[in-house]
């Protein structure tokens, strides 16, 4: 559905291990998002890709890190899971020139 | 970054209009506003967005003050399935990517 999908949809880990998200998109679309939100908040962006290899920091990027390798794929990785990276992840696409941004369902992610 | 301010929650009955306001009294003039919307448990997905003049498509209304300090957004007849988180957010036209929410309005739906 709107041609964005997110792996895993849920996932719990322990603290210190390497996690990966996935999200991928079948649009052709150069602008890919992460976003993380928490309870009570709004989403918060902690990284973005203006196209393959192409990426940059967001408002909370410290802990994370991601790849582009290919236009439809775009990765999360927290290097080593902490309780404070417990979240639902977000993963959003915007064509260029365009103003709508479409999300993922999203990736509940437990860090235990 | 411009920053906006909402209400945490606003109520409704339903088949009635809803405004929900949006006060950006520190936007610059290449700032856009936007409008999205979260139902539970899903990704926020795009209602509408404007700079200067009023804006109208399927799902709702913007209209924008003359001074652009402050946005109302306007679902001229709400139903249950509306109930959702509604973000306002400003994206300036020279960051683009740098797309950032607040913590929106919670609007509940009655029947």
């Known amino acids: 559905d709107a041609g964005i999908t997110q792996s895993p949809r849920h996932k719990v880990t322990e603290t210190g291990t390497p996690v990966t998200l996935r999200c991928h998109q079948t649009?052709?679309?150069?602008?890919m998002y992460w976003y993380r939100q928490d309870p009570g908040h709004g989403l918060r962006l902690i990284h973005y890709?203006?196209?393959?290899?192409?990426?940059d920091k967001g408002e909370v990027s410290d802990g994370y890190s991601v790849s582009r390798s290919k236009t439809e794929d775009f990765l999360l990785t927290l290097e080593s899971a902490t309780s404070s990276q417990t979240s639902v992840y977000f993963c959003?696409?915007?064509?260029?020139?365009?103003?709508?941004?479409?999300f993922g369902s999203g990736t509940r992610l437990t860090v235990v | 970054d411009a920053k906006t301010t909402q209400p945490n929650s606003m109520e409704s009955n339903e088949e009635e209009p809803v405004h929900l306001p949006c006060n950006h009294s520190?936007?610059?003039?290449?700032?856009?506003i936007h409008w999205y919307r979260q139902l539970p448990s899903q990704g926020p997905e795009y209602v509408i967005h404007?700079?200067?003049s009023n804006v109208n498509n399927r799902m709702a209304s913007l209209a924008i003050a003359e001074d652009r300090k402050s946005s109302t957004l306007i679902l001229h007849r709400a139903t249950l399935r509306d109930a959702a988180v509604y973000y306002c957010?400003?994206?300036?036209?020279?960051?683009?990517?740098?797309?950032?929410f607040g913590s929106g309005t919670k609007l509940n739906v009655k029947p």
């Open positions: 890709s203006y196209g393959v290899k192409d990426t």
């Open positions: 957010i400003l994206r300036d036209d020279y960051n683009f990517n740098k797309f950032y």
């Open positions: 520190t936007i610059s003039g290449t700032d856009y």
């Open positions: 649009e052709n679309h150069r602008y």
């Open positions: 404007g700079l200067t």
């Open positions: 959003a696409m915007r064509p260029t020139g365009g103003n709508g941004y479409t």
